[in-house]
Structures are given as C-alpha cells and as structure tokens.
C-alpha cells in the first residue's frame, strides 16, 4: 500500500530563516506531487507541483521554491520566511493528471514568528 | 475566482442525514463535481465524484440536477467523526483540484 510521509510536523521559525519540508512517497512511482497552503480557516492554496523528477510547476509566484531530487521525494524551501508564510502546508500525491483521487499526507504546521 | 458556493458552516444532529449544498451555477458540460473532506489538523479527504448521474459510496451520496447547477452530498447517518469541513470542487479532467473554503459540518450529539 501507498504511504506519504511529511517532516517535520510542526516548525516554529524566526522571520528572515531558511526553510525546509520534505514530503517522501512510499509504495508507488512515479506518481504526480503537490504542494499546497492552507492558511487558517482559509481553503488550500496549490503552491507547487510536480509530474516528474526535476519537473516543477509553481501556480502562484511568491519567495517559496520546491524541488523533486528524487522519483517520491518533493521538497519545499525559501530563502528568508516572512510572517505570511505561517500555515499548514500540506503535501499530496497521485498517480496522474487523470487521478480522481489525490491522497494528502499529515502536513506540516509552519509559525513564522 | 471560485467555481462553487456552498454555506460557510451547518449542523446535523448524530445519525440523523446530513445534507451539503452545492451550487456551482457556471459549470461547463466536461467539468466533473468533487467531493472531499478535511477533518481538523488532517489533509483532505477523497469522498466521491459525478458527472451527471448520481453517485453513491460506502461514504456518501452525490445527487446532481439535472442542469448541472448545483449538487448536495449526503451523509445518511451522519456520526461526530464526521464532523470535517466538507469541499465541493468542479474539476475538468486531468486539471488540478481547487479548494474553495468548503462548509464546516459539525455532528452535534
């Protein structure tokens, strides 16, 4: 069976800090990987997505970058934080463009402080 | 941009059905309607999906008029695990998914 995998599960990082969240992908390949958003009480926003290794998407410019340096790993970076990078930050797979059905993993609460 | 309106919050009391309401009045003719759900501090959730007839699973209902123009999901016997918020989504296929705000379900005992 299929498993995905997302660390760490809660950060708290000062303005101006790196990032780093890595989402890894257990029992399929190459599947389609997403990264989404979800700012409180707000929908999910797609930041990021990927159809294979070195193929990335971005569908909405900001100081974010995401990277696929292996088949089932997506990771998520920036530079410097800003406060409004505070979220749930949600990782999801599935196996096309055609899947009905994505499968999000735990997530990562990120608190830019 | 949203494709889809639904109320922002409802209640259902415990094994009682719940009804979720969608409209989605611009729908184009091979854009499909989603259902997903999104229990607190968890991803979303995959519930089921139409095109135009009804739909039913061991988790739900899709009932869809006749236009198109709008949907409900129902929960036949709505239980406090439920309690989630609940998106209704319209996807052409092989597009990405779009999360609006969705409807927060509370199941009350």
């Known amino acids: 069976s299929q498993t995905i995998h997302q660390w760490p599960a809660t950060l708290v990082q000062p303005v101006g800090s790196p990032l780093s969240l890595e989402c890894t992908v257990e029992?399929?390949?190459?599947?389609?990987l997403y990264w989404y958003r979800q700012a409180a009480g707000r929908g999910l926003q797609l930041l990021f997505y990927s159809v294979g290794i070195g193929q990335i998407s971005s569908e909405v410019p900001q100081n974010l970058s995401a990277s696929r340096p292996q088949d089932r790993q997506f990771i998520l970076s920036s530079k410097k934080l800003l406060l409004s990078d505070s979220g749930f930050y949600l990782c999801a797979w599935s196996l096309t463009d055609y899947s009905n059905e994505q499968f999000f993993g735990p997530g990562t609460r990120l608190t830019v402080l | 941009d949203a494709k889809t309106t639904q109320p922002t919050s409802m209640d259902c009391a415990e094994g009682r059905a719940a009804n979720l309401p969608c409209n989605h009045s611009?729908?184009?003719?091979?854009?499909?309607v989603y259902w997903y759900r999104q229990i607190h501090s968890q991803g979303p959730q995959y519930i089921i999906h139409g095109l135009k007839n009804n739909e039913t699973n061991e988790m739900a209902s899709l009932i869809i008029t006749e236009d198109r123009k709008s949907s409900t999901l129902i929960l036949p016997h709505a239980t406090l695990r439920d309690t989630a918020v609940y998106y209704c989504i319209v996807r052409v296929y092989g597009q990405n998914f779009v999360f609006g705000p969705g409807t927060r379900l509370s199941v009350l005992p």
């Open positions: 611009t729908i184009s003719g091979n854009e499909y």
């Open positions: 029992g399929t390949s190459n599947p389609n």
